[in-house]
């Protein structure tokens, strides 16, 4: 059977100690079995383990191999669209509900790291950033609509504000979340996995599942082996493929691509973001940054719609990490790679049960470091028989893309396309 390493990143070169995990072989059972060991599978798995379930964890390649383990690692609140686009789409107790989630992501991500001991440079602190009056009035609406769920940790930044906290003359203002921040990502996976198998569950890596037989006692087979269990967990998201094609038809893998410096000098790095926060911009198609824990700035930005690997990562993203500190114009990049989201037709999150047995959360739409930890807690609920916030999330209505598999992604990108331009021109 073939081996699927990490793919080439800084987090990759930079991961904590871990062992290869061996791949299953044979049959067993257990009371869940979880389909992917990024985020969502593994705090999945830790909240069913805390409360006495047996849990085995299926993933076909590395812990944290996809998303979890290559992202921007911004610990970011609500999601990919807030809480206002919720209240129109479900009722006012689901949206309550929806709501009041929206910011129990980072709270989780920092009593795992706290309970577990977990080595992942947690840091306190994240920024939106606006480049015009238009996108000012809409973090204000932001800071009341969160503050009216109950979220007291916003500080509005004007002209002046923004640079004490960025150096980037772009900026005409922003918003300071005292409860955002930011992590490595990859061992933040890498810490819960062990969390995970510290509390009696396992994980088999190089095993993914390539069927499932439904019904009262659900078995998943794997290339050598099968799991049977009383309950499934679908939680491959862009990496799930065909396995359930109810869930591949509602949503598309889309591509981000990030690139790291080489360590700055002390002063340098210092002057580039001076409280240490990371920062997002408010553009549809936005940039986002921050320094890692040897002083590298790693920069993400950019869309790829269906997937696709660019050629040449760093040429399409240097030249937005220069427009925004030109500073760094001669700074080496030392690391270039992309990875694979799942974007809904709504931008929320996907949420359900099939066959009543098997669950399934997907299409955090690039906004997945909290909400996958937040999914996970709501599905262990459901197991155990609480499933009214699981159910909220459930309300939530979701559409196929225009076009099908075949004409999605151009139609995205062109979408895509218009929003950008309305960015550009401030509109």
């Known amino acids: 059977m073939s081996h699927t390493p990490y793919p080439s990143s800084y987090y990759a070169a930079s991961a904590n100690p871990t062992l290869d995990r061996a791949a299953l072989r044979g049959g067993i059972e257990t009371d869940v079995c979880v389909i992917g060991a990024g985020y969502t599978g593994l ?30 690692g911004q610990i970011v609140n609500s999601y990919s669209r807030d809480i206002d686009t919720v209240e129109r789409s479900v009722g006012s107790d689901e949206a309550r509900l929806i709501g009041a989630m929206a910011f129990e992501g980072g709270r989780i991500i920092r009593d795992r790291v706290a309970r577990y001991g977990i080595e992942c440079d947690l840091k306190d602190g994240g920024v939106f950033a606006a480049f015009n009056a238009k996108q000012m009035h809409h973090l204000e609406a932001q800071k009341k609509l969160w503050e009216r769920y109950g979220y007291d940790q916003l500080e509005m930044l004007d002209h002046d504000g923004i640079r004490n906290v960025v150096a980037c003359e772009r900026y005409s203002g922003g918003m300071l979340d005292h409860g955002g921040g930011h992590i490595h990502p990859l061992n933040l996976a890498l810490g819960e996995a062990a969390a995970v198998e510290s509390l009696g569950g396992v994980i088999y890596e190089q095993s993914p599942a390539v069927r499932i037989d439904r019904g009262a006692n659900p078995r998943v087979h794997t290339p050598h082996g099968h799991v049977s269990a009383k309950f499934v967990v679908v939680a491959g998201n862009a990496y799930l493929g065909g396995l359930v094609p109810e869930l591949a038809a509602k949503s598309m893998p889309c591509g981000t691509q990030v690139i790291t410096t080489e360590p700055l000098d002390p002063a340098l790095a210092a002057t580039l973001l001076p409280q240490d926060y990371c920062v997002e911009d ?29 050629a040449d990562i760093e040429s399409i993203i240097r030249p937005k990490m220069l427009k925004t500190f030109p500073q760094l114009e001669g700074t080496r990049i030392d690391f270039a790679w992309t990875g694979n989201f799942l974007m809904t037709l709504s931008r929320l999150p996907q949420v359900g049960r099939l066959d009543g047995n098997l669950y399934y959360s997907q299409g955090c739409s690039g906004h997945g470091v909290t909400y996958t930890h937040v999914a996970g807690k709501v599905i262990a609920e459901a197991l155990r028989g609480q499933a009214e916030r699981f159910d909220a999330f459930a309300s939530l209505p979701h559409y196929p893309f225009p076009g099908g598999q075949t004409f999605s992604a151009p139609l995205s990108a062109l979408g895509a396309l218009y929003y950008n331009l309305r960015d550009r021109i401030g509109f």
Request: net charge positive.
């Open 282 to 310: 408010c553009n549809y198609l936005l940039d986002y940054y921050r320094l890692s824990a040897d002083r590298r700035l790693i920069y993400g930005g950019g869309v790829v719609y269906g997937a696709r690997d660019p």
């Open 43 to 72: 705090s999945t798995a830790l909240f069913l383990l805390e409360h006495g379930f047996r849990v085995a964890i299926l993933e076909a390649a590395k812990v944290g191999f996809g998303a979890s383990g290559r992202n921007g």
